[in-house]
């Protein structure tokens, strides 16, 4: 069959889980044998996240073809267990890139260069995957970022005006909407809804599919009114509560018949209701996921989305572990060897986060010390890891003044150096060691047990300083082992210290492909010291 659209809007409010519901609408279809990609649209003009604040815009979320995106594209792999690449995050900034890119080279052959028909053709061109031809898909969903109104969103709402008339009914567009509840008149409101599918009607666009933000649920008689006055069928009316979990809400969309709307729309026989056996079978573990496990996230992002792959990886290598983990943030920037026994108190591990600049990284290392010295288990991403091994060059080795050449260029100990290949380089925006690279363990070591004692795995990166291969053998001798190398560069990518119960640190972010149904095998091993940890005490 021919490739099917769906373009996935939002009105009234941000953050309303426009990318929960792309990603449960991906699922779903999944369920029901088809093969789908999910893109995310973002109207900012920054080319990608990769130099945003987290507190601007939440993690940064990397592809295996080392693309720096937006956090949305967690979603869509954790629920799909499809890979990402560079093509399924286009943000305004690259669509405006390629454009006067072609006009310098001459492309347009001396034409006034305008944003219709030249900034909307090259969304269409991306929207509808031309420069990927080859690849078969039955369906691609497009989730456009921001909210209906916008300024910045507008040639992005012309660019689906126009595709809508081009594909007919090839294409299904989903609006979701908040419909808020007035306590003081003990009333839900549809007024917001009405007026946010009026502005979208007004840029040319018909809402197929309503999905129904909502904390209060909606009655029949509510969905009815929205679609009359929303010229949707009622049908195509759902709702989306407050679930317990984020991934109760494919079931959800199911049991409304979401993804038999979206068929119906485009023309293709429904069919039967997917089991989806797998999935209930880990809702059902969830629910039954009541023991607590508490883990401190120890980084300096006081903000939910900072961390977010991290904390739903610690969450599903949870409940595969069948308990409930209890995550605690901790400010690194807090922490003093005087309270850090405080900080850490009743915690069952520690997670040291990943992170740039030189704020809070004494408090981490102090805590990779706590850790390490009181044997709990803990886990070092990225920058995390560098700062494990910053501690033990300074505590055991005896190099008091270790350091990072990041943090400190003139330290005598560079024990974390910059990579070669990053010396020359001054940009910030896309030049770092990013993507999937492959890497060697151990035999014997805890990482290769973890790992199903496989030997060689591929995981994700995302930074520019490196394990100083010089001090390899101090470290070696004085039991911090460097249990896994790139074999190409023979960069060291994990390290961990055998006679502690669980002390790991990675270079890479095991976070990024850990998935629902495929859960990363260092948190479940991590998770799993924890809840044995705790047990024995």
């Not at 979701?176 to 009405?194: C, H, I, S």
């Not at 679609?227 to 049991?255: K, T």
Request: glycine content about 8%; proline content about 4%.
């Amino acid at each position: 069959m021919n490739t099917k659209y769906i373009f996935v809007t939002g009105g009234v409010v941000s953050s309303l889980g426009k990318g929960i519901i792309s990603a449960s609408i991906g699922k779903l279809l999944q369920a029901r044998g088809y093969k789908v990609t999910i893109q995310k649209f973002d109207p900012y003009i920054n080319i990608d996240p990769g130099t945003l604040n987290p507190y601007e815009h939440g993690e940064c979320y990397v592809t295996v073809d080392g693309m720096e995106t937006d956090l949305d594209l967690g979603h869509y792999e954790r629920f799909t267990g499809i890979h990402t690449s560079s093509n399924n995050s286009i943000t305004t900034g690259r669509i405006y890139k390629t454009v006067i890119d072609r006009e310098r080279h001459g492309d347009y052959l001396g034409k006034t260069i305008q944003v219709v028909p030249h900034i909307t053709d090259e969304i269409k061109r991306r929207m509808l995957r031309e420069y990927e031809k080859d690849e078969q898909l039955d369906f691609v969903i497009t989730e456009v970022g921001g909210t209906i109104g916008d300024i910045e969103s507008a040639p992005f709402m012309e660019a689906i005006r126009q595709l809508r008339w081009q594909l007919g009914r090839d294409s299904v567009c989903v609006h979701l909407t908040y419909v808020p509840y007035l306590k003081a008149a003990d009333e839900l409101k549809t007024k917001p809804t009405q007026h946010s599918v009026k502005e979208l009607q007004g840029m040319g666009i018909q809402p197929d599919i309503l999905v129904l933000r909502t904390e209060r649920h909606l009655d029949n008689a509510l969905r009815m009114k929205v679609a009359s006055f929303c010229n949707v069928d009622l049908e195509c009316v759902v709702q989306s509560e407050d679930m317990p979990s984020i991934y109760e809400v494919p079931v959800s969309m199911q049991r409304q018949g979401l993804d038999a709307a979206i068929l119906r729309k485009i023309g293709i026989p429904v069919g039967e209701t997917p089991a989806m056996k797998a999935w209930h079978e880990f809702l059902n573990k969830q629910r039954r996921a009541t023991r607590e496990v508490h883990v401190a996230l120890v980084g300096k992002y006081d903000l939910q989305d900072a961390y977010k792959s991290i904390r739903e990886s610690l969450n599903l290598a949870g409940i595969y572990n069948d308990v409930k983990t209890k995550l605690h943030f901790v400010n690194s920037g807090e922490i003093t060897p005087q309270n850090v026994a405080e900080k850490l108190k009743d915690m069952a591990g520690m997670v040291i986060c990943p992170g740039f600049g030189s704020r809070g990284i004494e408090g981490k290392i102090i805590a990779a010390q706590y850790g390490r010295t009181h044997d709990i288990p803990t886990f070092g991403i990225c920058l995390g890891m560098q700062m494990m091994v910053i501690e033990f060059a300074r505590n055991v080795l005896g190099y008091v003044d270790a350091n990072s050449a990041e943090m400190n260029d003139s330290t005598p100990h560079n024990v974390i150096d910059i990579m070669e290949e990053q010396k020359n380089i001054t940009q910030l925006g896309g030049t770092m060691r990013l993507g999937c690279y492959e890497c060697e363990l151990v035999k014997g070591s805890r990482a290769w047990e973890a790992y199903g004692r496989e030997t060689l795995i591929k995981e994700r990166h995302r930074h520019r300083y490196e394990f100083n291969n010089q001090y390899l053998q101090a470290f070696e001798s004085h039991g911090m082992k460097c249990v896994g190398i790139n074999p190409a560069a023979n960069l060291v990518e994990i390290v961990e210290i055998p006679q502690l119960q669980w002390y790991i640190g990675t270079q890479f972010h095991p976070e990024y492909s850990s998935t629902v149904l495929l859960p990363h095998p260092l948190f479940i091993d991590f998770i799993k010291a924890c809840v044995h940890g705790t047990a024995k005490a």
